[in-house]
Nanobody
Framework: QVQLVESGGGLAQPGGSLRLSCVAS????????MGWYRQAPGNERELVAV???????NYGDSVKGRLTISKDNAKNTVYLQMNSLKPEDTAVYYC?????????WGQGTQVTVSS
């Protein structure tokens, strides 16, 4: 099993920035798909960003141009740089990986954007 631990959430003001981190319990160099989802109260889980083994990325329409996903294989870590934050970005953010056709989730980290 792959264990994932997220960190970096918290309170930010509109227009501010946060960087989320997701550390995996094993090497991510062989994991083909990693990414972030988010879920706000009363809403379904929403794709935020995904990064593949070759480095290609995709983003949800609501975050394009503001959020950037990246990874550091040496640190077994995936990052989500969040800029120009909006109140509607408030949600619990979950890291996930797909390995051997199984999906593993982190426990989530709360992001709140408010003045």
């Amino acid at each position: 099993q792959v264990q994932l631990v997220e960190s970096g959430g918290g309170l930010a003001q509109p227009g501010g920035s946060l960087r989320l981190s997701c550390v995996a319990s094993e090497s991510i160099s062989s994991i083909y798909v990693m990414g972030w989802y988010r879920q706000a109260p009363g809403n379904e889980r929403e794709l935020v960003a995904v990064i593949r083994g070759g480095g290609s990325t995709n983003y949800g329409d609501s975050v394009k141009g503001r959020l950037t996903i990246s990874k550091d294989n040496a640190k077994n870590t995936v990052y989500l740089q969040m800029n120009s934050l909006k109140p509607e970005d408030t949600a619990v953010y979950y890291c996930y990986v797909v390995k051997n056709n199984r999906v593993y989730w982190g426990q989530g980290t709360q992001v709140t954007v408010s003045s």
